[in-house]
């Protein structure tokens, strides 16, 4: 006879599968209950990928930082400094330089604008410093591209509503894109 072997123990039984009822009356499962007090614990997951190389801010870019508070927080929960940023032509303006500034950049495209101009900005920004790190984030993708396609603008493309396992992704992945379009630019030059 085969048995089931639960990952986490015994198997769930209708007594302890359930606690203490919701707002609306229905029974809150235990599997829940658990998610919550991890995230309300100072213990919070930790993003194991999550290594900048640096104490370097990332960069949230968005006319409406509020629609990537969730991100933020969990950049900040691994310790990584955030600088919120209005536009891209503000950083653009200014010529920084990408070492010198900011460990990645995370663009929320939907807020800035036409989507024509703010390609056309990312790809200037990118030729003008090759050694950032950019995530993409819209909800008018698809799906996520962790690869390559996109490299003139971006390192990694999200789909907006980001999970924090996707980001974990996104942010390891970037450093490794990065790495493939700063390779690309050494043969054209």
Not at 120 to 132: G, I, K, T
């Amino acid at each position: 006879m085969n048995m089931i072997r639960w990952p986490f123990g015994r198997a769930p039984s209708a007594k302890s599968n359930t606690t203490t009822s919701s707002p609306i009356g229905a029974p809150v499962p235990q599997s829940i209950r658990r998610l919550r007090q991890i995230h309300n614990s100072p213990n919070r997951p930790r993003m194991f990928a999550c290594d900048l190389g640096s104490d370097m801010p990332v960069a949230v870019i968005s006319r409406r930082p509020e629609n990537l508070s969730q991100e933020i927080e969990w950049l900040r929960d691994q310790s990584v400094p955030v600088l919120v940023v209005q536009s891209l032509e503000n950083i653009i303006r200014q010529g920084f330089g990408a070492r010198c500034a900011f460990a990645m950049l995370l663009v929320d495209i939907d807020t800035l604008g036409d989507l024509e101009d703010v390609t056309v900005q990312l790809a200037s920004l990118r030729r003008d410093n090759p050694e950032l790190p950019v995530i993409m984030v819209s909800s008018g993708f698809g799906r996520d591209d962790f690869g390559i396609t996109r490299l003139q603008v971006a390192d990694v493309s999200l789909r907006w509503p980001v999970s924090f396992f996707r980001l974990e992704i996104a942010i390891s992945q970037a450093h490794a894109n990065n790495l493939e379009w700063q390779s690309r630019l050494d043969m054209i030059a």
